[in-house]
């Protein structure tokens, strides 16, 4: 078993800034792209950034300049840095990652999500 266990969200105020984290535990022998998505009210879940095993970094247009990912490969955790909040980034956060890990019976491949966390942007 392997999972991503999530924390750091919260209420802010618009400008405001939160770090969220995202740490993997289980059997893992490896982690390849790592990132971060979220669902506001209403909408479907979307990308905000993504970061991969060597540090290549995407994120979505309307965060580009305010968030900021990073990963410690040592912890098998991510980060996203949150600035200059706006209450349109409201939504629950998750941590997706795509994990190598040993099984017992051989190494396997999976893509996992964590939990969510709420990140509420208002005045």
């Known amino acids: 078993q392997v999972q991503l266990v999530e924390s750091g969200g919260g209420l802010v105020q618009p400008g405001g800034s939160l770090r969220l984290s995202c740490a993997a535990s289980?059997?893992?022998?490896?982690?390849?792209?790592m990132g971060w998505y979220r669902q506001a009210p209403g909408k479907q879940r979307e990308s905000v950034a993504a970061?991969?095993?060597?540090?290549?970094?995407n994120y979505v247009d309307y965060v580009k300049g305010r968030f900021i990912i990073s990963r410690d490969n040592a912890k098998n955790t991510v980060y996203l840095q949150m600035n200059s909040l706006k209450p349109e980034d409201t939504a629950v956060y998750y941590c997706?990652?795509?994990?190598?890990?040993?099984?017992?019976?051989?190494?396997?491949?999976?893509?996992?999500w964590g939990q969510g966390t709420l990140v509420t942007v208002s005045s």
């Open positions: 997706n990652a795509d994990i190598i890990y040993y099984s017992g019976s051989g190494y396997r491949s999976r893509e996992v």
């Open positions: 289980g059997r893992i022998f490896s982690i390849n792209a």
């Open positions: 970061i991969t095993s060597g540090g290549s970094i």
